[in-house]
Structures are given as structure tokens and as C-alpha cells.
């Protein structure tokens, strides 16, 4: 049962970073307003393929919450189920008011249906494995209780997916999002790795544990500042178009705080490293952080010097968001160490 659970948790950690991946595609393509409902696609379980389909029909059946597109002016939402008659009748619909979007594009309602797809697929295993959680009750309360907190977890972030939408994109709102998706990445990593029966031969330090820790905070406080400066060429490309060369001729504080910090990122986790191999503390992972320091690094450069090359912006994100998972890996390692030491 043991292998199961830890199986089941390390297809729901790939299916998490999934979507992060495909949330990353939505915002490189601009594609978070897709579907201007939540949790159907313009009332679809199915989203439509072309614009076609959100013209109104005669004599067809529509379903309530189901939309169209009147005149390129406005969403119309089905009030009930009903069948239309051959002419259109106003008192059917009413005027989708949650935002003022008004624009179906195929491509953005489909990267946007495939990342609340992905989003959903991803859940199915957290539900396997909170039940599966509780034949460790009796070992480790915390294992069950994680669980369950990963769960809800999902629940709110699904949640937050649909006042992102309703807010048609609030920064703060994509932000928040963004950080339950790191928490509920941190949360699984934790139920991975309680659930191991044998650990590798490792030393704790406690200078290495402080700077760890503090290196985890940052790579956090990047991402969300990463997030922020990513809302900034959002509102750029809105008023610029795709002159990528101007979307950083002026940029805000935030992204010269988040590019300035990111040289103490690198200093710390290479101070990591120095530690961790001058001191045999025998924490092998801490080369994958270097190595994605490094290409955040280098993702950053290609982006303000070389006018963002395609998939920069979501590798840049997705790097991060794997460089905040070893990181936590690495964390409950060096706790699971120091609990031994205290107990020795």
C-alpha cells in the first residue's frame, strides 16, 4: 500500500507541474480569457471550434448557462433550457455581465480548455491518494492530514481559477494562483517523502538548513515578483503590440528588484553547494538547483537582451517552479536529518 500511495503522489507531483506548464503556454499566448466562463467553455462541457457555433440558431435546443455572440458586442447567456423559435427572442437571454470580454479566438478557447483540462485530470490522483493516506494513521497523523489538506488545496485553487476568469486576469488574482500551485506542489513533495522507508546517508548542518531555508523563501519572493513583471508585458503587449524590443524599455521597480535579486539567488545556492560538498553533507540534489539557477538565469538574459525568443517566458516560470520543488526536497531532507540528530 505504501508503494501505492507513493506512486499515486509522484503521478499527481507531474501531473501538478503539468499544469503549471500549461498555465505558463495560457499566459505566453494570451490565452487566460479563452473561455469567459468558469467552469464550462461558453457554457460548453465541449468548447466550440468556431465562431460559427456562437451565432444564434433556429429551432435549436439551448441549455442554460449555454452563450452567443451577439453582434461581436456582447456575450448572451441561455437563461433556462429552451428551444428557440425561428426568430430571436431577448427575453431568452441575458447579457453575460462578469466582465466585458467579447471576443472568441479558437486557438486561445482550446490552450485554455486543454489547461483546465489538465487541471482537472490532475486532481484524480489527489483523490486517490487521500484515501489511500489513511492506512498510515496509525504510523504518521500527518500523512492523512496533508492529504486531505492537498485536496481542499485543489478544491480552492479551482476556485481561484474561476475568480481569475471572472476578474478577467486581476494580477493579484493570477498571483495567488500561482502560489497555491507552489504549496500544493510542496505539500505532495512532503507526503513523497514521508513516505519513504529508507533514507540516504546524509549530514545535517545547521548554517546549510538557515541558508536553505532562506534560499527557499527567495526563490518564492522571485516568483512572485516574476509574476508581477510578467503582468507588466501583459499590459505592454496589450498597448504595444508585439514590438517585443519595447516591452522592457521601461519597465517598473518590481523588475529591476526581481532582476537585481536574482544575483543573491545565485550566490546562496552556490554557497549551498560549496557547503554541501566541502562538508560531505551528501545532499546530491542541490546540483539540480544549480542547474536550474543557471538556466533561470539564462532564460532571463535571452528574454531582456534578445527580445523574448519563443518559450522563454513559460520555461522561465516552469524552471522556477521546479527550482521551488528540489528546494523543498532538499528541505525535508536536511528536517528529516536534524530530527535524527536530536533523537541520536
Same mark, same amino acid.
Request: net charge positive; hydrophobic share 40%; charged share 15%.
Given at each position: 500500500m505504501k508503494n501505492k500511495f507513493r506512486t499515486v503522489s509522484k503521478i499527481a507531483l507531474v501531473l501538478i507541474y503539468l499544469v503549471i506548464v500549461a498555465g505558463a503556454v495560457v499566459r505566453m499566448t494570451g490565452s487566460g480569457m479563452g473561455c469567459p466562463d468558469w467552469p464550462k467553455c461558453f457554457g460548453y462541457f465541449i468548447p466550440p471550434t468556431e465562431s460559427s457555433q456562437l451565432l444564434f440558431e433556429a429551432n435549436r435546443t439551448y441549455e442554460e448557462g449555454m452563450m452567443i455572440l451577439m453582434d461581436h458586442e456582447a456575450f448572451l447567456v441561455a437563461k433556462t433550457d429552451f428551444i428557440s423559435g425561428e426568430k430571436f427572442n431577448a427575453s431568452d437571454w441575458e447579457v453575460y455581465s462578469k466582465h466585458d470580454y467579447t471576443t472568441y479566438d479558437p486557438v486561445h478557447t482550446w490552450v485554455e480548455y486543454i489547461n483546465r483540462l489538465t487541471g482537472v485530470l490532475s486532481g484524480i490522483p489527489i483523490l486517490i491518494f487521500t484515501v489511500l493516506a489513511f492506512w498510515f494513521w496509525k504510523k504518521n497523523k500527518w500523512i492523512p492530514l496533508i492529504s486531505v489538506l492537498t485536496l481542499f488545496g485543489m478544491g480552492f485553487q479551482a476556485w481561484l481559477g474561476k475568480t481569475v476568469v471572472d476578474s478577467n486576469l486581476a494580477p493579484y488574482k493570477i498571483t495567488i494562483h500561482m502560489v497555491m500551485a507552489l504549496l500544493i506542489v510542496a505539500f505532495i513533495l512532503y507526503l513523497i517523502f514521508a513516505s519513504k522507508t529508507t533514507y540516504k546517508p546524509q549530514k545535517y548542518q545547521k548554517r546549510f538548513y538557515n541558508i536553505l531555508l532562506l534560499a527557499l523563501v527567495l526563490s518564492l519572493v522571485q516568483i512572485i515578483l516574476g509574476t508581477q513583471v510578467r503582468q507588466f508585458i501583459d499590459e505592454q503587449t496589450k498597448l504595444l503590440g508585439f514590438q517585443? *524590443? /519595447?516591452? /522592457?524599455? *521601461?519597465?517598473? /521597480?518590481?523588475?529591476? #528588484?526581481?532582476? *537585481?535579486?536574482? #544575483?543573491l539567488v545565485l550566490v546562496l545556492n552556490g554557497y549551498l553547494w560549496y557547503l554541501n560538498r566541502s562538508n560531505s553533507l551528501g545532499f546530491h540534489k542541490i546540483k539540480l538547483v544549480i542547474y536550474c539557477v543557471l538556466l533561470e538565469a539564462a532564460t532571463g538574459i535571452l528574454m531582456y537582451y534578445f527580445d523574448f525568443p519563443f518559450l522563454s517566458q513559460p520555461l522561465h516560470l516552469v524552471i522556477a517552479s521546479i527550482l521551488f520543488g528540489i528546494q523543498c526536497y532538499i528541505l525535508l531532507e536536511c528536517l528529516h536529518k536534524k530530527r535524527e540528530k536530536q533523537q541520536a
Open positions: 517585443k *524590443s /519595447l516591452w /522592457l524599455a *521601461s519597465p517598473e /521597480l518590481n523588475f529591476y #528588484i526581481h532582476r *537585481s535579486t536574482s #544575483i
